[in-house]
C-alpha cells in the first residue's frame, strides 16, 4: 500500500477523533454507523472514479448514470419485491452500458475524457427527464422494493457489507490480477505500456464501464436509503467522488493509489459535513469549512514533484 | 490540419447560426428580428466572459472549476450592493484576487488546477452565501442601461471590447508565454519564461472574466442568487472545447471560446424553436458537444491523411 493511502487514513481517524470529541453522538455505533453508511454512497461512485483517475482519466458523466441507475430501478422493479433481480439487472446494465460507450469514445474515437464523460452526462440527463417526463411518469412514484430498503436495517447493516464487498474487489482487481498491474502500468505511461504488450484501449473502456458500474451501484444503494428516486440525486457527487479520490491519495496523474486510501478519503469528506451538521454551522460555513479541509489535505499530501 | 482543428468553433457557430435562422423563420413564419438578436446577445454575455477566462487557463494546460464559485460571490456582493459603480470595481477586484489565490496554489503550492480550484469553488461558493443567503438584491438602473439595455445593444460594444481586449493580450509578451507555457512547460521554462508567474496571472485574470459575468449577470436578471455561477462550470468548459481549445494546452484561442460559448446558447434556442420537449434539452447539448468534438477530430485526420 502506498504511503499517501496511510496518510489518508490517519486523516480519516484524526478526524474522526476530533468529531467524538465536539460532537459526543458520533462515539457511539448509531453515530458511526450513520456516518459510514452515508460515506458508503461516496465510496461507490469514488471506486469508479479512482479506476479512471488511476489511468489519467476522470468520469464527468457519474451524476446522472446514477441518476438514471436510481430511476430505471424503481421504474421497473415498481416497489414489488419479485421483481428487484430483474431492477437490479437493468440498472447496473444501464450503468455498465453508459460506462461502457464512454470508454469506446474515449479509447477508440480519442474523444478527451472530460469531453466524452460531460456529452454523456448530457445525454442521459435529456433521456432520464425526458423518458420519465421529468419523473411525472406513471411508474416514477415507487417506493424502492423492500428488500433493499432492508439493506439499511440492523445493528449491522448489510449495505456496510456491501461496501467491504466492494472494497476487497477493487483491491483484488488492483492488486492481486494482471489486469490490475496492466491498470497501474497503463497510468504510470501508456506509451511504455503500450509498447511492452499492454491492451491500453480495452484496458480504458473495461476502467469507464467499471465506473457507469459503480455510480449506478451508488444510485441502487440510495434509492434504497432514501425510499425513493428523485431528480438532481447525483448532482452532489461529481464533485464529492473526485474529492474523495485526491483526499484518499490517489495521484489525479494516474499511476498511484489504492481504494483503502479512497475509502478513508470518503470517510474523512462525510464525517467533517457530518461534525459541522452537529455543531450548527450553517450551510455557508460548512462549504467553506470543506473546501479549506480539502486545500489542507492537498498541501499535506496531495502536491505534484517540483521542477528540477 | 491544425488550423481546422483551431477554426472549429467559427465552424460550429456558422453551422449553429444557420440552423436558428432556418428553425426560427420556419416556426415564426418570419426571420429574427434586431429584438431577437439582442436578446440572445444579453443571454450570452455572461458565458461569453467566463469561456474567456477558462479558455485563457485551459491553453496552459490547466482548468478552472472555481469559476462557479467566482460568478456565485461577485454576483452575491453585486446585488446585496445594489450594483454602484464603486462597488462594481470592488467586485472586479475580488474577483480577480480570488483566481489570483487559485493561480498562486497551483503555480507556486503545485497542487494539480482541477483540485486547488474544486477546493476553492466549494470556498467561494460558501462565501456567496454568506454574503446573499436568499436570492434578491438589485442593480442600479443606470449601470444596467449600460451594461445589457433591452433596448440598445450596448452588449456589442463590451463583445467588441472583449475580442479586442484578447487581440491585444494576444500580441504582449504575457500573451506569448500563455501559449509558451501550454505548449511545453519544460521548454518555457528552459527559456526563461516565469512560468509561475505566468500561470497565476492567467488564473487571475480567470477570476476579472467571472468577476464581469458576474456583474453581467446580475445586469440582465436585474437581481442576484448565490447559486448563480453552478451552471457556469461545465458549460464553461463545454464552450472552449466546441472553440478548439485543446485540454492538452498551447492550441486554440480566446476568440473560439466565444464563438462556442454564443454557439451553445444558441442552440438551446434552436431546440426551442425545433419544438423540441424541452425536458430532452440536455440530450441534444451532450450529443452537440461530443459530435462538435468527434467532426474536429475526424476533419484534422482526413487532413492529415491528405498531406501524408
Redesign the interface.
Given at each position: 500500500m502506498n504511503r499517501r493511502a496511510l496518510y489518508a487514513a490517519a486523516v480519516a481517524a484524526a478526524v474522526l477523533v476530533v468529531g467524538a470529541v465536539l460532537t459526543p453522538g458520533l462515539a457511539s455505533w448509531p453515530g458511526l454507523r450513520a456516518v459510514l453508511v452515508v460515506a458508503s454512497f461516496t465510496g461507490f461512485v469514488a471506486a469508479g472514479q479512482m479506476l479512471v483517475v488511476l489511468v489519467g482519466g476522470i468520469d464527468l458523466s457519474i451524476p446522472w448514470v446514477l441518476n438514471a441507475a436510481a430511476i430505471v430501478l424503481t421504474t421497473t422493479s415498481l416497489g414489488a419485491s419479485g421483481r428487484l433481480p430483474l431492477a437490479l439487472a437493468l440498472a447496473i446494465g444501464a450503468g455498465l452500458a453508459a460506462g461502457l460507450v464512454n470508454g469506446l469514445g474515449i479509447a477508440w474515437l480519442g474523444v478527451p475524457a472530460v469531453v466524452m464523460t460531460l456529452g454523456m452526462n448530457g445525454v442521459l440527463q435529456g433521456l432520464t427527464l425526458g423518458l420519465s417526463q421529468g419523473l411525472t411518469c406513471d411508474d416514477c412514484g415507487h417506493y424502492a422494493p423492500s428488500p433493499l430498503r432492508d439493506l439499511f436495517a440492523g445493528t449491522v447493516p448489510a449495505a456496510l457489507l456491501v461496501w467491504l464487498g466492494v472494497a476487497l474487489l477493487v483491491t483484488v482487481l488492483l492488486r492481486l490480477t494482471v489486469f490490475g498491474r496492466r491498470v497501474y502500468a497503463t497510468g504510470v505511461n501508456p506509451r511504455a505500456a503500450f509498447l511492452s504488450g499492454v491492451g491500453v484501449k480495452g484496458v480504458t473502456v473495461a476502467l469507464y464501464t467499471l465506473s457507469g458500474g459503480f455510480a449506478a451501484l451508488a444510485g441502487i444503494m440510495l434509492v434504497g436509503y432514501g425510499g425513493q428516486a428523485s431528480l438532481g440525486l447525483g448532482d452532489p457527487y461529481l464533485f464529492e467522488s473526485i474529492a474523495a479520490v485526491v483526499v484518499g491519495g490517489v495521484s489525479i496523474l494516474g499511476g498511484r493509489g489504492d481504494y483503502v486510501g479512497v475509502v478513508a478519503g470518503s470517510l474523512t469528506l462525510v464525517a467533517v459535513t457530518t461534525v459541522l451538521r452537529a455543531q450548527q454551522v450553517p450551510e455557508h460555513g460548512r462549504l467553506m469549512i470543506y473546501g479549506l479541509v480539502i486545500l489542507a489535505i492537498l498541501f499535506a499530501y496531495g502536491r505534484e514533484r517540483a521542477h528540477d | 490540419m491544425r488550423d481546422l482543428q483551431e477554426r472549429l468553433g467559427y465552424l460550429v457557430l456558422a453551422a449553429t447560426a444557420v440552423a436558428y435562422f432556418a428553425v426560427y423563420t420556419t416556426s415564426l413564419g418570419r426571420p429574427p428580428g434586431s429584438f431577437d438578436y439582442l436578446a440572445i446577445l444579453n443571454t450570452t454575455m455572461p458565458l461569453v466572459l467566463v469561456a474567456v477566462g477558462q479558455s485563457l487557463v485551459v491553453i496552459t494546460g490547466g482548468?478552472d472549476?472555481s469559476v462557479g464559485g467566482v460568478v456565485s460571490v461577485c454576483v452575491a456582493v453585486t446585488a446585496a450592493t445594489g450594483g454602484t459603480p464603486g462597488w462594481i470595481l470592488a467586485v472586479l477586484a475580488l474577483g480577480a484576487a480570488a483566481g489570483l489565490v487559485n493561480g498562486v496554489?497551483v503555480a507556486f503550492?503545485?497542487?494539480?488546477p482541477?483540485?486547488?480550484t474544486?477546493?476553492?469553488?466549494?470556498?467561494?461558493?460558501?462565501?456567496?452565501?454568506?454574503i446573499l443567503?436568499v436570492p434578491g438584491g438589485s442593480i442600479l438602473p443606470g449601470v444596467r442601461a449600460v451594461l445589457s439595455n433591452p433596448g440598445v445593444p450596448t452588449g456589442l460594444a463590451w463583445l467588441a471590447l472583449v475580442v479586442a481586449g484578447w487581440w491585444v493580450l494576444r500580441r504582449t509578451r504575457f500573451g506569448m508565454r500563455v501559449y509558451a507555457v501550454g505548449s511545453d512547460?519544460?521548454a518555457a521554462?528552459a527559456v526563461g519564461v516565469p512560468?509561475e508567474r505566468v500561470k497565476a496571472g492567467v488564473y487571475a485574470l480567470s477570476g476579472l472574466c467571472s468577476a464581469l459575468a458576474g456583474v453581467f449577470y446580475v445586469s440582465t436578471t436585474t437581481a442576484g442568487d448565490a447559486n448563480a455561477g453552478a451552471p457556469f462550470i461545465?458549460t464553461s468548459?463545454?464552450s472552449v472545447?466546441v472553440g478548439g481549445v485543446a485540454?492538452s494546452g498551447g492550441r486554440g484561442s480566446a476568440m473560439g471560446a466565444v464563438a462556442g460559448a454564443v454557439a451553445l446558447t444558441l442552440v438551446i434556442d434552436v431546440l426551442f424553436f425545433a419544438g423540441i420537449?424541452p425536458?430532452?434539452?440536455?440530450?441534444?447539448?451532450?450529443?452537440f458537444?461530443?459530435v462538435a468534438?468527434?467532426l474536429g477530430?475526424a476533419a484534422a485526420l482526413l487532413a492529415r491523411r491528405r498531406t501524408a
Open positions: - | 482548468i472549476l496554489i503550492g503545485r497542487i494539480a482541477i483540485l486547488t474544486l477546493a476553492t469553488l466549494s470556498i467561494y461558493t460558501g462565501a456567496a452565501l454568506w443567503p512547460e519544460t521554462r512560468v461545465l468548459i463545454a472545447v485540454f420537449d425536458l430532452y434539452q440536455s440530450l441534444f447539448q451532450g450529443l458537444l461530443v468534438v468527434l477530430t
